[in-house]
């Protein structure tokens, strides 16, 4: 995989340019990674939405079921399950229109990855966004 998924100029206009982020795997509970990233992102200005099949609201944001569901346009779609559900998630995205797809550290799917590319989505991969914002701002 090396860097191909981890486009350095890819990953700053994410976090600079984007405004809504979803993030499916999203629930309220505070000691999972999504729910950390969600506010992380939500407290530098991002607009959070949160997917989850219980579709709750989390972090003061309505839930939504699914991608398809979600009745805003999406900039980015954050992938927080694990590896073996991703590729569905990222399907998902593509047929929902969002502009890029973010798989957290230890979530790798390039064959989901590179149908998002050919599909003319942004990809990072086996990234943090907290660790990549830190690094950049």
């Not at 979600?70 to 559900?85: E, F, H, L, S």
């Not at 550290?105 to 989901?112: K, Q, S, T, W």
Request: charged letters at 25%.
């Amino acid at each position: 995989m090396g860097d191909r998924f981890a486009d350095p100029n890819v990953i700053t206009r994410l976090l600079d340019d984007s405004r809504t982020w979803a993030f499916v795997g999203l629930t309220g509970n505070p000691g999972r990674t999504a729910y950390d990233q969600a506010r992380r992102l939500q407290g530098r200005g991002k607009r959070i939405v949160p997917v989850n099949p219980a579709a709750s609201e989390v972090l003061g944001e309505q839930g939504y079921a699914t991608l398809a569901e979600v009745p805003v346009p999406v900039d980015v779609v954050g992938v927080y399950r694990r590896t073996r559900a991703a590729g569905a998630v990222v399907d998902e995205a593509v047929a929902a229109g969002a502009r890029a797809v973010w798989l957290p550290l230890g979530v790798v799917d390039e064959a989901a990855a590179q149908r998002a590319l050919d599909a003319g989505l942004d990809v990072v991969m086996n990234r943090c966004p907290a660790i990549e914002w830190s690094l950049r701002h």
